[in-house]
């Protein structure tokens, strides 16, 4: 079933990304489509392999906590993407950024890096799930 599971996760990480990137017009570091999939993707798989299995399987995947992982997670990033300005806006150029702006790119880089650090838990908790 483990193959079921993976291309459940690979249509729900593309479905959830076409659908938030598109509805909201995020742009940006997390706001990119292939680093967004691959986190849903992530996501739902550690969901499905390690939380315990809840409603009624489809083709032998309980698909419902990778569902709502995948959802929250969704909501969760966008909700960053729109918190540093990255959610349809574009940012001004390098020159005569105030001292404020650079503050601004600090707390930008520090949340690029938690989420760096999330994204390398969510690998190894993956395959954590996948060969347990």
């Known amino acids: 079933?483990?193959?079921?599971?993976i291309l459940f996760a690979l249509v729900i990480s593309l479905l959830f990304s076409v659908v938030f990137l598109t509805l909201f017009k995020v742009k940006g570091t997390i706001g990119?489509?292939?680093?967004?999939m691959l986190v849903i993707f992530l996501v739902t798989m550690v969901s499905i392999r390690l939380v315990r299995p809840?409603?009624?399987?489809?083709?032998?995947?309980?698909?419902i906590p990778g569902l709502v992982a995948a959802l929250l997670t969704s909501l969760l990033l966008v909700a960053i993407a729109k918190a540093t300005g990255h959610a349809g806006e574009k940012l001004p150029k390098d020159e005569g950024r105030s001292k404020a702006y650079n503050k601004a790119d600090t707390s930008e880089a520090?949340?690029?890096l938690v989420f760096w650090l999330f994204l390398i838990?969510?690998?190894?908790?993956?395959?954590?799930?996948?060969?347990?």
């Open 1 to 5: 079933m483990l193959w079921m599971e």
């Open 121 to 132: 838990f969510l690998l190894i908790a993956s395959l954590v799930g996948i060969f347990r």
């Open 32 to 36: 990119t489509f292939w680093v967004f």
């Open 110 to 112: 520090s949340i690029g």
């Open 54 to 63: 809840a409603g009624v399987p489809i083709v032998g995947v309980y698909w």
